[in-house]
Structure formats: structure tokens, C-alpha cells
């Protein structure tokens, strides 16, 4: 007995509706663009940039970090921030005002090296005070 052969309409078909599943896929990831940071419930804390975060250990910080962590930087750095090994991860970064000051320089500033962008430069961007705030969330992440 012979086996029924597809037809090439059939075939066509087929792999038409595959590709364009697959390639609905790729965009599967949203807008990579920086998304806001509501910090309207964190106190001022001016326009200079500080040098040691104002919010470590603040409750309400530690929440909008959390999500502004998740929205901004987790495509990179990893969720919970255990990262996959294409950014630093950001658990062991160093506690109290040592690590403070690593931290907004990369936050501030963003990382290049030889032309390439390995981290877009987020203070102008998302602001002094969401970023005190990722960093506060980040510390309750810490590990040795």
C-alpha cells in the first residue's frame, strides 16, 4: 500500500504558518526600550547625583526596585538577578557604600569597551532615584 504523499500546497502551507509562528516568537520579548520607574513614594533626594544610597534597607525602595530591576535589567542581568553569565551578577556585587560606588558608575554611566555598548547608560535615563532604589532591592539579593 502506498503512503499518501502531501501535496505541495499542503506543504507550503505547513510551512508557511510554522515560520510565521517561530518568527511571532522572536518579538516575544516586547520593548527593550528603559521602562519608567514611578518613584513618587521615595523622598527627595535632589538633583545631585549621591554616593551612597539614601534608601538601603527602606521597605518601599525595596519593592520599586524590585520591579524597576525586573522591567530594566533583568533581560541582562538575569530575574532575581542570577545572572545567565552574559552580565555581571549582580549578587555578589559588594554591600554598603563600597559597592554603592561601583554601582551608580555603572548605572550612571553604562559600560563600553572597543566602541561596543555592553550597558546602556541609565541615570539620565530612569533617574538618580530609581536606580538608589534597584540598588537597595539589590542588596536583599546578596550573596557571598
Known amino acids: 500500500m502506498k503512503k499518501p504523499r502531501l501535496s505541495l500546497a499542503v506543504f507550503?502551507?505547513?510551512?508557511a504558518i510554522a515560520v510565521s509562528a517561530i518568527g511571532s516568537n522572536v518579538f516575544a520579548h516586547g520593548n527593550v526600550l528603559p521602562?519608567?520607574?514611578?518613584?513618587?513614594a521615595l523622598p527627595d533626594i535632589g538633583e545631585t547625583w549621591l554616593e551612597h544610597?539614601?534608601?538601603r534597607g527602606n521597605p518601599t525602595a525595596i519593592k520599586i526596585g524590585e520591579s524597576a530591576f525586573g522591567q530594566n535589567c533583568?533581560?541582562?542581568h538575569g530575574l532575581e538577578a542570577i545572572s545567565g553569565g552574559i552580565?555581571?551578577?549582580?549578587r555578589y556585587l559588594e554591600t554598603g557604600d563600597t559597592g554603592d560606588e561601583w554601582f551608580i558608575q555603572r548605572f550612571?554611566?553604562?559600560?563600553?569597551?572597543?566602541?561596543?555598548?555592553y550597558m546602556p547608560p541609565l541615570g539620565e535615563v530612569l533617574g538618580?532615584?530609581?536606580g538608589w532604589a534597584?540598588?537597595?532591592?539589590?542588596?536583599t539579593k546578596h550573596e557571598e
Open 12 to 15: 507550503v502551507t505547513a510551512t
Open 35 to 40: 521602562q519608567p520607574v514611578d518613584t513618587s
Open 53 to 55: 544610597n539614601p534608601y
Open 74 to 76: 533583568a533581560r541582562c
Open 87 to 90: 552580565a555581571p551578577d549582580l
Open 108 to 117: 550612571h554611566h553604562g559600560s563600553a569597551r572597543d566602541g561596543k555598548v
Open 128 to 130: 538618580q532615584k530609581a
Open 134 to 139: 534597584i540598588r537597595a532591592w539589590l542588596e
